[in-house]
């Protein structure tokens, strides 16, 4: 078992035995119902040495990484871009309006799109973004009330916050030990502030760049662009390869 597996693994086994007071009605586990994509995903891609730069999410989205099991896992992009599918050991509880269709799944993640549709136009193919980069998200989980309507983490009851966000900051932690960063960059400021709080030691530079999704206006007006111009002020040229060796 590799090392990212076994901290994929460890992270669901601890959020699995948690449990979330209303407005939460259903939670969902893609680390370990979409094992299969998401473990695809982490050997292909996580292995292989210390990375310059962490990008790190907030939680799977309802049409994103819950369906593939790949952080901003937009089908279409994980299946045509990355080229990872996988099938579904699908929970026997699911709420009637979110159905786990996998790689079947008919709709767009656009926070997905508009990632890896970046990564994608500045390194054409995945294996140059991940010589140097890589992309996790600090919590497993996809909360939703009983109306269907996604709850964030930062939305949870704070009772319910406590020992998820232990688990999320331990992951976290051994996550950078083992990839070795000099960046962690959240992808919004949530991750940002949970990087600052898991890593209070760490040797890591933590900051943030505009998160995708289409609830946000600045993001609507060119998330792209507005990225590109965060990541020159981060150190990061253009979101490409930075100058200089990953630290060995």
Not at 223 to 245: C, N, S
Request: charged share 20%; with cysteine.
């Amino acid at each position: 078992m590799t090392p990212l597996v076994r901290i994929s693994r460890d992270l669901s086994r601890a959020v699995d035995r948690l449990s979330f007071e209303a407005p939460v009605a259903f939670t969902y586990n893609p680390l370990a119902y979409a094992r299969p994509a998401h473990e695809r995903y982490l050997s292909r891609f996580g292995e292989g040495g210390p990375r310059d730069t962490l990008f790190l999410g907030m939680n799977p989205g309802p049409f994103g990484m819950a369906q593939t099991g790949v952080p901003f896992g937009d089908v279409g992009m994980v299946r045509d871009f990355l080229g990872i599918t996988g099938a579904l050991v699908r929970p026997p509880v699911q709420h009637p309006q979110r159905p786990l269709l996998g790689f079947d799944c008919p709709r767009a993640e656009v926070s997905g799109t508009r990632f890896w549709g970046w990564v994608r136009d500045r390194h054409e193919v995945p294996e140059a973004f991940f010589s140097w980069a890589f992309v996790a998200n600090w919590c497993p989980l996809v909360f939703m009330e009983s109306s269907g309507r996604n709850l964030t983490p930062d939305k949870l009851p704070p009772a319910s916050r406590g020992p998820l966000f232990e688990a999320c900051d331990l992951a976290l932690a051994r996550l950078v030990e083992t990839l070795r960063p000099r960046r962690v960059i959240g992808v919004g400021a949530f991750a940002e502030q949970r990087a600052r709080k898991a890593l209070p030691g760490a040797d890591v530079m933590i900051g943030s760049i505009l998160h995708p999704s289409p609830a946000s206006p600045a993001a609507n007006r060119g998330w792209a662009e507005a990225v590109d111009a965060q990541l020159l002020v981060l150190g990061v040229p253009t979101g490409r390869a930075p100058a200089g060796r990953p630290r060995p």
